[in-house]
């Protein structure tokens, strides 16, 4: 091994120990644990058994990070359909870790072979390394199906003092200056850095930034008073139901607020009315009623039907107009709302596959509601998870987000959390309260800093009527938008892929350089002495 090259710091036997172990402690950095510093002890651990590997056993090392990760952050999706498809998600999702960690162990490799210079390997080699994370956060969020961006760094740090960082550079810039922090502290050790105090400037600037910045401060416009309805009815994919009955368990848990003063919109969860009020008159006079007895729209959701294609569909309900405007939700859930691949997946599973007849189509309509007060952002359960819906709303103008969704599939896991989490994120990022409506829970009415200021127990009937703030101007993180995960993907891999260019000239050259150092001495040793 070439003496620029690193060496591993532990045998192989012990960095599979520590990549399990890492896995397990970063899950507990997330929803659930919600010890938010244990996700930089994860990574950590992760990045130090990458140090010195060959691609092979990088590859073997990341995915036992990833999987012992993954089978707990989303074992929720094993409570009613068993173990197959959370051991394939968690595999899936895990191949994707061991393919970051080849890159990574690949610049670990690389960059000291193109420069000995130490503020390199102090400042340029954690940020290519935190870029490389990214990249490998970015692939599982895009592919396939529209990938899963679940589990994402920066989704650990929504109660943390770096979350006012996702308003700037959104939450791959945060995971981008989380791993960087951490990558930068692994070289400042290796590199004896308390030698010179001075070399810890770069990662102690770094994260002391990342802690103080205040969210970035969008422009207060007025409240909104806002009726949500958590019923807490029986919405499960296996509940035992007739039709009808969610519905009826809604109308029950907003009969008690009918009557209070100054509301100005009724919110539902995902799937409210079990019943489509554009197919069923009676149905339509229900919600006619509840839009005339507040004076106010209500926005609810329920399946609807174009021809032979399905929705998963808000609407806007006015009193005597009906659904005014619709909102299709634009991420249904591959594997859980459709099947993509239908004829290829099914003879592998056909149990499971076959529970799924009804697939939903993707939506085009915009994710905005004007109410009429304001317009509000919409996001229908996992479209929450998806970076580009979320801006597209605060550029059409959302003055506050509403998030209906159904979590009764996820009763009593952290799958609930999870996603309040990212909900709560999703209000710092875009300076925008959030509304976040459950059938049976977690619903919480999120303002603009994160701080939860109302709320609903889960697993009960009620409802709330909050005094929602409103907000108008886009934070740097929605400006910027696509261009920050793909500035940093692109730069990454381009730097990675010039560091092994250079490093492989350099070798070469290094290489001609002692053949003919060694010629030369062979040439002296045999010339006749005079």
């Keep these: 091994m070439p ?64 999987l012992a990760f993954y ?34 162990t690949l610049a670990y490799r690389w960059v000291p072979r193109v420069t000995a210079s130490k503020w390199i390997r102090l400042i340029g080699l954690p940020l290519l390394i935190a870029g490389l994370w990214v990249v490998r956060e970015a692939a599982t969020g895009s592919i396939p199906y529209g ?33 960087a922090i951490v990558a930068g502290v692994i070289e400042w050790v290796r590199a004896s850095g308390w030698r010179d105090l001075r070399t810890a400037i770069p990662v102690v600037s770094l994260a002391l930034v990342a802690m103080v910045v205040p969210a970035w401060s969008t422009s207060a416009t007025g409240e909104l008073r806002v009726a949500s309805v958590q019923g807490n009815g029986p919405s499960g994919y296996f509940d035992v139901r007739e039709p009808g009955d969610v519905l009826t368990a809604q109308l029950e848990a907003t009969e008690p607020i ?30 006619d009623d509840l839009s005339e007895q507040l004076d106010a729209p209500v926005v609810l959701n329920t399946v609807t039907v174009d021809e032979d294609e399905f929705f998963n569909t808000s609407m806007l309900w006015l009193a005597g107009e009906g659904a005014v405007d619709t909102y299709d939700k634009r991420n249904p859930v591959p594997f859980g709302e459709y099947i993509p691949d239908r004829a290829f997946w099914e003879p592998l599973a056909p149990d499971l596959i076959g529970l799924i007849q ?27 998870i998806y970076d580009e819906l979320i801006w597209e709303g605060a550029r059409d103008g959302a003055e506050l987000y509403m998030f209906q969704t159904n979590n009764a599939d996820f009763r009593g896991t952290d799958e609930n959390q999870q996603q309040l ?3 709560r994120l999703r209000a710092i990022e875009t300076g925008r309260s959030v509304v976040n409506i459950s059938t049976v829970g977690a619903s919480q009415v999120i303002d603009p800093s994160g701080r939860t200021i109302d709320s609903l127990p889960i697993d009960e009937q009620g409802a709330m009527v ?11 993180s929605v400006v910027l938008g696509g261009a920050v995960p793909l500035i940093v993907v692109i730069g990454s891999l381009v730097a990675l892929v010039a560091a092994g260019v250079i490093a492989r000239q350099k070798a070469r050259r290094d290489l001609g350089d002692e053949v003919a150092e060694e010629a030369g001495r062979d040439e002296g040793s045999t010339t006749p002495q005079v």
Excluded: K
């Design 421 to 423: 989490a990212i909900a």
């Design 258 to 287: 009918l009557d209070e003063p100054g509301i100005d919109v009724l919110l539902w969860p995902e799937g409210g009315s079990d019943l489509d009020p554009t197919r069923s008159p009676e149905v339509a006079d229900i919600f």
């Design 358 to 384: 009804r697939g939903y189509s993707p939506g085009t309509n915009p994710p905005v509601f004007d109410l009429g007060t304001a317009i509000t952002g919409l996001a229908i359960c996992f479209d929450v």
């Design 466 to 476: 909050t005094d929602v703030e409103l907000r108008t101007g886009l934070t740097p």
């Design 71 to 104: 089978l707990q952050q989303v074992s929720w999706t094993a409570l009613y359909l068993g173990p197959i498809p959370w051991l394939a998600l968690s595999i899936l999702e895990s191949a994707f870790v061991a393919g970051g960690a080849v890159l990574i």
């Design 3 to 66: 003496e620029n090259d690193p060496r591993p710091l532990m045998p192989l036997w012990a960095a599979v120990v520590v990549a399990i172990a890492g896995g397990l402690i970063y899950d507990l950095g997330f929803p659930g644990a919600s010890i938010w510093p244990l996700a930089f002890v994860g990574i950590a651990l992760a990045l130090t058994t990458l140090i010195g590997r060959s691609s092979w056993a990088a590859a073997m090392l990341g995915f036992a990070f990833g």
């Design 147 to 179: 990938g899963f961006p679940w589990g994402r760094a920066a989704l650990s740090q929504s109660e943390s003092p770096f979350a006012d960082v996702v308003s700037w550079v959104g939450s791959s810039g945060l995971g981008f200056i989380m791993v």
